[in-house]
Nanobody, 122 residues
């Protein structure tokens, strides 16, 4: 079992920045590939970013490339998502996830954080 507790998020103006954190407890953090997903009202859950167990490789959906950065600190059992140059279309509930392999599909992740709202005003 892994418990994921998210922090960060909130309301920011377009062009601003936010950092999301996802702290893990339970099983060994470094065993898991990690990802971030988001869901806007009335839309399907969408892949945002993923990172391999070692942190050596990262993946992003096209719409956030060069704006968002996923990272992990295995010593602190924490996953991060640094979001810069935020746009109103980034508004969504963001969730972190942990699973056995790095994938862009939510079905590949077994454990989920509680979700946190990010609102970008224009």
């Amino acid at each position: 079992q892994v418990q994921l507790v998210q922090s960060g998020g909130g309301v920011v103006q377009a062009g601003g920045s936010l950092r999301l954190s996802c702290a893990a407890s339970g099983r060994t953090f470094s065993w898991f590939a990690l990802g971030w997903f988001r869901q806007a009202p009335g839309k399907e859950r969408e892949f945002v970013a993923a990172i391999t167990r070692s942190g050596g490789t990262t993946y992003y959906t096209d719409s956030v490339k060069n704006r968002f950065t996923i990272s992990r600190d295995n010593a602190k059992n924490t996953l991060y998502l640094q979001m810069n140059s935020l746009k109103p279309e980034d508004t969504a509930v963001y969730s972190c996830a942990a699973g056995g392999r790095t994938t862009t599909g939510p079905e590949g992740y077994d454990y989920w954080g509680q979700g946190t709202q990010v609102t970008v005003s224009s």
